[in-house]
């Protein structure tokens, strides 16, 4: 397992098997949470590359989670993923990137120095 480190956010056990899958199969090493609370414990006492971060958790929206992320680890960025394509121009203005959940995650934190 590589030391490149991506937080995966997400609370469907089914998508978060199938991201982890992809993810690793990219060589990257998936820390899975599945609430924005257990997010923000992981990115406090972690480095990491990069976050894919669901847009719709069980306990906070998604660009509350990224605002308490980018103050803990500026530097890191969040791609957010959402089955809810409308909403992608509203998103950007909270965001780094975003990601549909049609679309693949392999290879979206390739260009990216491990600043964190």
Do not use: W
């Not at 990115?43 to 803990?72: F, N, S």
């Not at 290879?107 to 964190?116: A, H, N, R």
């Amino acid at each position: 397992m590589t030391d490149i480190k991506v937080l995966c956010v997400e609370h469907h056990a089914e998508y978060m098997g199938a991201l982890r899958y992809m993810l690793e199969s990219a060589g990257y090493e998936v820390m899975p949470a599945t609430t924005g609370e257990q997010a923000l414990d992981l990115i406090r006492t972690h480095p990491v590359l990069g976050v894919l971060l669901e847009y719709d958790l069980p306990d906070a929206a998604g660009t509350a989670v990224k605002a308490e992320m980018k103050r803990i680890k500026p530097k890191v960025p969040v791609l957010l993923f959402s089955g809810v394509g409308s909403q992608t121009p509203f998103l950007l203005r909270f965001l780094d990137s975003y990601l549909r959940n049609s679309e693949r995650p392999e290879g979206v934190f390739e260009d990216l120095d491990d600043d964190s």
